[in-house]
Structures are given as structure tokens and as C-alpha cells.
């Protein structure tokens, strides 16, 4: 098993703060009501006399007033009006009669906004209170409106933890405002969001925080968590931030590991539990397959879903199906899976959520009465005597829960190192013990879980000496971080010398696959104490990061070979105008670009100004960012897109508007750059 990163990260937060107002309707004196209509007044004056004149407000009027109130406090960004806005939302609805409160409906609004009975909200803990102390363990969530759900898959996961850890005070941060505010209006819950819960932080003289997060696994809403801790650095000495509920995604779908078994293990014991199965075999020779839906996503990591059904496999269990709510990866979508299970053979199916929460994707995209929910699907397909549901979230598995303390424990532990304010670690061989022509494995620390040696590694590197200096090689997971610096950020100057560039090492998982990442050879100016080491990443923006290197002993990774030395990337080239070829691979091969294309550089990042030969791609998609079309109506489709380096393949997606819907399809880029 690949051992599993944690993130150390010292981090602060800056968000962007909106306005928004509402507004109301007052009468300038009483007139009657009726149970269906609302009466307004207005004053008019004349030179003979004056009068009033009442304007009576229809039913839809007034449901119409609270669905604007509904969809104004549907936003993912607090302001300084949410709380008066959530307040607003939930007395006009409470002024409506039960037909009226029928007739809601808006952008986002509907009855069930307010109407819709999900549980006792009173059974839930905010955890948004003072008093933390030096030691916080913030358990950071999605969300959910969900109240029973709420209080069994997350609160329950958070009680676990408390548990646990009464040395530490654990509070809690949902990352949808939208959530939050749902919550807000509806029960009177006040949820912290990310910056309430680190300002929160902040202010209670946290002097330790680890952050454990119930995402599934490291996909979008992980990376933002981390970039949004990554702005606190100034105010919160020490974050580590432990691994989701999955660890490592991995390189691809048959990267399994022990996190990846329990929970499977773990929701499928408790499904077949559920449905009076004694297990999988046993639900399987009963006809029964047992559909697992996750929400799916176009980040990289969505090749988990994938690695889940590896699993399934690896434990036998054959009638296990993997889909996805978005269809991503495609083979999960609603549609495929009911082709995968009707080929196997199964009449009966059991819907359940691969989710931490059974929350609006498991009530309604799943377990829906609309026809375009899994259930209904299923059930319009006509190829299965049965379709049941089972909603619930992973959360309230005991199985699950250990998994989230196993985590959290290992958090701590690094947050023992980190924690320390010099961030002196004092174990293993000193500078003084080193031998020239010996090679050394040495642990290479960092305060951040994005800049990390390989899975492969172990978190290790080789370090070696020559003529006194001490140089320690690391491979990287991937080739997403092109340069490194020995130095801060302010020292550097441009095409500065001692910029790193990367070597190509080739790893050696432990089931035997191998992978290209790039690799570095660092200087060490000192052990067991922590050094500046700046990094840039294909976005072109540099950071500056703390490093340690340390627990010295004789030793080399055999799982590491450096097949190509320093590669030259794109750091190198002068600010200005280039050109390169490109060849394009994937799709149905009838879609080519304009070759050669113009390269821009700019700060060091090199930039290429592609032109399609259709006129209907509307964006494309480059490591997770969405890039617009930015063609003329009526011209072929132009994009500006950022290259990381030239003669390596670039994945990307396109989406094309030319089929009867919108359909994202991967293509590969190579850049040759012309001399």
C-alpha cells in the first residue's frame, strides 16, 4: 500500500464582499384582507378632493414576492445583509397561506425551500462556538439542508472526532453558502462558512489547527479548501489539513487502496444489511445488483469513481456498479450503468448513495419522482422487475467514522513537527555523520500537502555530498509543479540561474505500475532544521514554501529511476512573441487546429493562441480551468490557452455546441516550438 500525504500547510484568507437589498411593500393605512388576496394603498390628490385608491396583490403576487426572497439568499457568497436577508425570507414566507405557499416558484425557489420536512434541525450542533483555546480540529463539510442527515453523517463524524481528541476542540465549516443560508432561514442553525470559522480561528488564539475534511477525496472542493487555508499563513502559525475520506487519488483506475477497501467494504455490508441480505454474494444469486451513486466530477480525481469499481472487483464483489450523478468519468452515467447492469443479468437493482451525506442528490437525483432521476430511469427502462432506494450518507457508518479518526490521528501527529515555531526536527544523521560518495534516503517535509514527493517515495528522497554540499533528489507526484527555487520568492530575479529545472524520473508503484513525473535535485544548506524553497506550477504564479529535510540514514529508493536530466521548461523563455507546431489527437479525428500557432510568453509563462476549424466549440478546459471562446460571432473558435512545456502531451477538453446538447470531449495538444 502507498503510503498516504498529509497536508501541512501555514496559511490566510481574503474574500470578495457583495451587496444586495431587498425591499418591501408598506400601505399608508389599514384596509381589510381576505384569506387569498393582500391589500396595498396609495394616496392620490386632486384639486377638488382627494382620494384612495387600494391595490389588492394576487395570490402568485405574493408567493412571486418570496421566491425573489428565496432566490436572493441563494447565493454562495455571504455579505453583510445575509442574516437580514435569510430573516426576511422566512417571515414572508410564514405570512403566506398554504395555497399561496403552493405557488412559489423562482430561479431556485420552490414549496419544498421552506415546506419540505427533512428532520429535526434541533438534533445538530453548529459547533460555531468561542472558547476553542490553542488547539482546534475543524471538521470542514460541503453541507447539507438535510437536517436528519446533517445530524447523522456529519455531526456524527464530528462527535467521533471529539471524542477522540478532548485534548482539542473541534468546531465545524460548510463550504456552500448556499447551504449555510438555507439552513439559516429555514431552522435558525447558524452554520460558520470557511472564513467565519478561521476568523473564528483567528480570534480565539488557535495556535494549532487541523483540518480534516469529509470530502470524498481530493478533487475541486479540496483544492479550494486548500488555497483558501493557504491565506492564513500570517495569522495561524501551524494548519495541517489531514486526507479525505479515499486518501490519494492515484495515477489511474487501478490505484486501490486500504481507504478505498474499507469503505467499500463498509457501504456495501451495510447495504445488503439494509436489504435483509446476509451479504453481496448472497443479495447477487438473488438477483440483486447494487447501485452505488456518487456525484461525479471533470476534475482528475474523478478517476476514484473508477478506482472504487476496481475495488468492487478486487473484493468480488461483481454485482457492485459505480455512476455518478454528472457522468463524470462517462462510463458512470445514469444511462451506462443501467446498460452495465441489465448486460450482467440482474432484474433487481438497489439504489444507494456513494456519498458522505444523503442529502438534495440522494432525496432528489436519486430517489426522485421526477422522471429524469435515477429511480425513474431505472424504473422507465423496463429491463428490471425492481428498483429500490436507500437513503443514507457514508457518514453514520461506524466503518467510516474510524476511517476519518485514523486521519485526523495522523494529522496530529504532524502537526507535533510543524507546531514547534522553529520548526526544528532533531532526529536521524547530522550534516557532520555524511560521507562523501554514500547515498543517503533522507524524509523531505513541507508545510504544504500540495508540494510532496511521490507516493512512491514514501515521503523520501535520495541525498547525497560532494565537495561538502549536500543535495537531496525528490520525485514528484506529477509534472504539475515545473520549477523550484532554493530562496524566497523577493531574492529571485528573472531567468535567475539557480532556478531548478526538473529531471524525468520514472516511479514504480507498489502493484507494479510505472508513471514519468518530474523530479528535482535540491540543495540542502542544513538538516533538521526548515530552509526556504519557492515553487512555480504550471499556472505560471510562484509560492514560497518552508522545507525540512531530515531523519537521515544510509539508503536509496530503488523505486526511483531519473531516466532524463534537467528538461528546460517554458520558465526559461524571454517575455515575447514565439511560434510552435501543434498536432491534435482525440475525438472523432475530423477536428483539427491552425498549425503553426502563435506563442506568447508573458512573466515567464508561455501562452498559445489556438484556432479551431469549427466555428461551435464554446470553451475549453486546461488542468481544471474553464477558458472562453473568444472568437467573433461567425469565426472559427479562438482560444488562449497556457502551454507548461513544449514536446509533452497537454489533456484537455472542448466543449462543442454542434450536436443537439452541449458534449465535452478530451483531446490531447502537442506543442513543438519552432526555432
Known amino acids: 500500500m502507498k503510503k498516504k500525504a498529509l497536508l501541512a500547510i501555514f496559511a490566510a484568507l481574503t474574500l470578495s464582499m457583495g451587496g444586495m437589498t431587498a425591499c418591501t411593500n408598506m400601505a399608508t393605512e389599514p384596509v381589510s384582507t381576505s384569506d ?57 414566507w410564514d405570512k403566506l ?77 460548510f463550504t456552500a453558502q448556499i447551504i449555510i443560508n438555507h439552513v ?14 478561521l476568523n473564528r480561528a483567528v480570534q480565539n488564539g488557535v495556535k494549532t489547527l487541523v483540518v480534516q ?65 446476509e451479504d453481496a454474494a448472497a443479495a447477487a444469486k438473488d438477483g440483486v445488483a ?85 429511480k425513474s430511469m431505472f424504473i422507465a427502462s423496463g429491463r428490471f422487475e425492481s428498483v429500490d432506494v436507500q437513503i443514507a450518507g457514508l457518514g453514520r457508518i461506524p466503518e467510516i467514522q474510524e476511517i476519518y479518526k485514523k486521519h485526523t490521528e495522523e494529522a496530529i501527529e504532524l502537526a507535533k513537527d510543524v507546531a ?42 535520495t541525498l547525497t555530498i560532494k565537495d561538502g554540499k549536500m543535495t537531496l533528489h525528490i520525485s514528484m507526484p506529477s509534472d504539475k509543479i515545473v520549477n523550484l527555487f532554493p530562496g524566497l520568492i523577493a531574492n529571485m530575479t528573472e531567468n535567475d540561474a539557480a532556478i531548478l529545472q526538473p529531471t524525468i524520473d520514472v516511479v514504480t508503484y507498489a502493484d507494479g505500475t510505472t508513471e514519468e513525473v518530474y523530479g528535482f535535485d535540491v540543495p540542502v544548506p542544513v538538516l533538521n532544521e526548515e530552509f526556504d524553497l519557492a515553487l512555480v506550477g504550471t499556472k505560471g504564479t510562484w509560492y514560497d514554501h518552508k522545507v525540512i529535510v531530515s531523519e537521515v540514514a544510509e539508503g536509496s529508493l530503488e523505486k526511483v529511476v531519473t531516466v532524463k536530466g534537467a528538461v528546460a521548461t517554458d520558465a526559461k523563455l524571454a517575455d515575447g512573441e514565439y511560434a510552435a507546431e501543434v498536432t491534435l489527437s482525440g ?14 510568453v508573458k512573466d515567464g509563462q508561455a501562452y498559445a493562441v489556438l484556432v479551431w476549424n469549427s466555428k461551435n466549440y464554446d470553451y475549453m478546459i486546461v488542468d481544471e480551468v474553464k477558458y472562453l471562446n473568444e472568437a467573433a460571432e461567425g469565426e472559427n473558435s479562438q482560444f488562449t490557452i497556457p502551454v507548461k512545456a513544449f514536446g509533452e502531451e497537454l489533456s484537455v477538453i472542448g466543449d462543442t455546441i454542434a450536436m443537439s446538447k452541449p458534449h465535452e470531449i478530451e483531446y490531447t495538444l502537442l506543442f513543438e516550438l519552432q526555432q
Open 290 to 374: 447494487l447501485v452505488l451513486m456518487g456525484h461525479g466530477t471533470a476534475h482528475s480525481a474523478k478517476v476514484t469513481y473508477s478506482q472504487m469499481q476496481t475495488q468492487m472487483q478486487e473484493l468480488g464483489y461483481d454485482n457492485v456498479f459505480i455512476g455518478t450523478v454528472e457522468g463524470e468519468p462517462e462510463d458512470t452515467s445514469c444511462e451506462a450503468v443501467i446498460e452495465k447492469v441489465a448486460e450482467a443479468g440482474y432484474k433487481k437493482v438497489i439504489l444507494r448513495p456513494l456519498m458522505v451525506v444523503a442529502g438534495d442528490h440522494a432525496n432528489n437525483d436519486m430517489a426522485g419522482d421526477d422522471e429524469d432521476s435515477w
Open 184 to 197: 439559516q432561514a429555514r431552522d435558525g442553525e447558524k452554520i460558520d462558512n470557511m472564513e467565519q470559522a
Open 420 to 461: 514547534t515555531g522553529s520548526g526544528a526536527v532533531n532526529t536521524g544523521l547530522t550534516a557532520a555523520d555524511l560521507k562523501e560518495g554514500v547515498t543517503y534516503l533522507a524524509k523531505f517535509d513541507t508545510d504544504s500537502g500540495m508540494f510532496k514527493t511521490n507516493e512512491a517515495c514514501e515521503g523520501k528522497g
Open 36 to 92: 387569498t388576496k393582500e391589500s396595498s394603498v396609495v394616496e392620490e390628490s386632486s384639486t377638488e378632493e382627494s382620494k384612495v385608491v387600494v391595490q389588492e396583490k394576487t395570490d402568485q403576487e405574493l408567493a412571486d414576492e418570496v421566491a425573489a426572497l428565496i432566490d436572493a439568499i441563494y447565493v454562495q457568497k455571504r455579505t453583510d445583509q445575509t442574516d437580514a436577508e435569510c430573516a426576511a425570507a422566512k417571515a414572508a
Open 587 to 600: 475525438g472523432s479525428g475530423k477536428t483539427t487546429v491552425e498549425s503553426p500557432v502563435k506563442i506568447i
Open 213 to 277: 475534511p469529509t470530502h470524498l477525496m481530493q478533487g475541486a472542493e479540496y483544492d479550494e479548501l486548500v488555497d483558501c487555508l493557504s491565506k492564513y499563513k500570517d495569522k495561524i502559525p501551524c494548519i495541517v489539513v489531514a486526507d479525505p475520506l479515499l486518501g490519494e487519488v492515484g495515477a489511474d483506475a487501478s490505484i486501490i487502496n486500504e481507504d478505498k477497501k474499507t469503505v467499500a467494504q463498509a457501504v456495501v455490508a451495510d447495504d445488503v444489511k439494509v436489504a435483509g441480505y
Open 97 to 173: 397561506t398554504d395555497a399561496q405557499k403552493e405557488l412559489v416558484e423562482g430561479e431556485f425557489a420552490d414549496p419544498d425551500y421552506f415546506g419540505r420536512d427533512t428532520g429535526d434541525a434541533s438534533l445538530d450542533d453548529p459547533l460555531n462556538q468561542d472558547g476553542i483555546g490553542e488547539k482546534e480540529l475543524l471538521v470542514v463539510s460541503f453541507g447539507t439542508s438535510f437536517n436528519e442527515s446533517r445530524a447523522l453523517d456529519i455531526s456524527g463524524v464530528e462527535k467521533v472526532l471529539q471524542e477522540a481528541n478532548p485534548d482539542w476542540s473541534v468546531r465545524r465549516a
